[in-house]
């Protein structure tokens, strides 16, 4: 894993957006794997600053979201379907039919499931994935415990997670128990992989992350298998790894 550092949640938003941007620039059909919560919504905002003045396209872009909330149609502003039409595809040229996420209203959740595994099978995998960070090691929602040969599948949140998720809602309890997401298996079959973490709050998981064993009880441990994965992290996240480290 190589790691950048960078002093905090606007300059790791616009070296996040700089990379997505060099690798759309040199492949105009890649295949992005995107992230919601706080912490790519900086990244997005420059991607849509740049959109403005340097007219890259997207219109052969692909996109495949980590995941959704079970329950929540694509037009409930809480969804992740809305959440990124808002934040990101409603600003770029982008083919709507192009951008993909796990449909949290369907029946047949299991069968959803199914279809987009191989859906994104059917792409060839994505080649640039970006993910966010859980306080808790999750990875899309991929929760603690959650084996690492796993799929796309159908996930019960942790307290925790609903807990952090809270203030996107009116109420903690109108936040759902359940969502898909991407299994971690899914999620380390991409080529590329860009882990972006922001805040004191993520400190002690990004410790754990550096330092700790590859476990399932920390998902996003299992990084550290994979080829191609690069940190960007605030100062205010490796505060406690860097201190750490020094400490050996
Ligand atoms: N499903 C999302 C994850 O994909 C995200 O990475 C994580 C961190 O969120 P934030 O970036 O708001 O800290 O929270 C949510 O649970």
Do not use: W
Not at 51 to 75: C, M, P, R
Not at 111 to 122: A, M, V
Not at 174 to 198: D, H
Not at 204 to 209: F, I, P, T
């Amino acid at each position: 894993m190589r790691i950048i550092e960078v002093k905090d949640y606007k300059a790791m938003s616009k070296k996040a957006a700089e990379t997505i941007l060099e690798k759309v620039r040199t492949n105009p059909a890649i295949i992005l794997g995107l992230a919601t919560g706080n912490t790519p919504a900086g990244t997005y905002a420059n991607l849509i600053e740049d959109h403005k003045t340097n007219q890259i396209s997207y219109k052969q872009v692909t996109t495949f979201n980590l995941d959704e909330y079970i329950g929540l149609a694509g037009d409930n502003p809480n969804s992740y379907r809305y959440f990124m039409n808002d934040i990101l595809f409603n600003h770029l040229d982008v083919e709507m039919s192009g951008t993909h996420i796990p449909r949290g209203d369907t029946k047949g959740i299991q069968e959803e499931c199914q279809l987009y595994e191989q859906l994104i099978e059917n792409y060839g995998g994505i080649d640039l994935q970006i993910l966010g960070l859980g306080s808790n090691g999750h990875i899309g929602f991929n929760e603690p415990g959650t084996p690492f040969d796993s799929k796309t599948h159908i996930v019960n949140l942790t307290d925790s997670t609903r807990k952090a998720n809270a203030s996107f809602f009116d109420k903690q309890e109108n936040v759902p128990f359940q969502a898909i997401t991407m299994g971690i298996a899914t999620i380390m079959r991409s080529k590329e992989i860009l882990l972006l973490i922001s805040g004191d709050k993520k400190k002690e998981a990004v410790d754990r992350l550096l330092h700790g064993d590859i476990d399932e009880s920390f998902p996003a441990s299992v990084l550290k298998r994979h080829p191609d994965v690069t940190i960007i992290a605030d100062e205010a996240a490796l505060a406690k790894a860097r201190r750490s480290s020094h400490d050996q």
